[in-house]
């Protein structure tokens, strides 16, 4: 694996692959890499001829400073964890690099994709990640690029830019990676206790209870005896929603194929999401 630091070293090394044709699966990543990261590793390894992650803790979408300060960083670790999954590139880039002193602040109208669930409760969060995403592509050019679906919402939000940017990259969404007890892989589980990882599977364990409740409720009352069953708990709700897979509106009376829940909670003080869809999507 190769470690680049610089733009200029990046453009050196995959600039002569491009040409040649060759297509360029890109992870682009804030470091703490868990078998969630390495699952989008190996689907641009399957796909792509070469594999780039980067690693970058962005501030610009940290709306609190403790959260920002507290990311768990873990440099050597994950550089190895990479080394050993064959991935052939890694940039390394720092903050002056991805906001030069002449750098353009990217602003689309993510309009309701935005103003909902992480949006709302994470005021700024989703213009730092398209502008530090938008910024990576550009640098990068990747043919393709791999996110999970943990981050549901930000899914959404990443095909939306590269839909009004008209980016020449292919957006890829992964199944969100489960520990065996149903927590997802997070890079935030690493400031849990082992106390506190046994208390998070309420997230899961509620997931579960509301796609089995889809069968029988309407998704207003689906949600309802989802956030009873979760206020019996130890974990402190900040918003559990039923929404539509594309517009992200919250769903009451009726279900739509993909309709997906989505879950915020804090465990302690770590603030953990998920989510699940309660109604598999039909592909047309
Ligand atoms: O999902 C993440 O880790 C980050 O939001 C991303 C996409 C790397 C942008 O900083």
Known sequence: MV????IDALKENLEPLRNKGLKIGFVPTMGALHDGHIALVKAAKEECDVVIVSIFVNPTQFNNTEDLK???RQEDKDLELLTQNDCDFVYLPTAEEIYPPDYEEVKIDLDTIENTMEGEHRPGHFNGVVNVVSRLFKIVQ??????????FQQVAVVKEMNRQLKLPVEIVTVETKRDPSGLAMSSRNLRLSEQDLDKAVVISQ????GKSWANSYSPAVTRQKMIEYFEQTSLKLEYLQIVHPDTLNDLNQ????????CIAAYCGDVRLIDNMELITKEEN
């Open 206 to 209: 509620v997931l579960n209870k």
């Open 142 to 151: 990747p043919t393709k690029a791999y996110f999970g679906r943990k981050d």
């Open 3 to 6: 470690n680049l630091y610089s």
């Open 70 to 72: 507290l990311y768990p």
């Open 254 to 261: 009726y279900w739509v194929s993909g309709a997906t829940a």
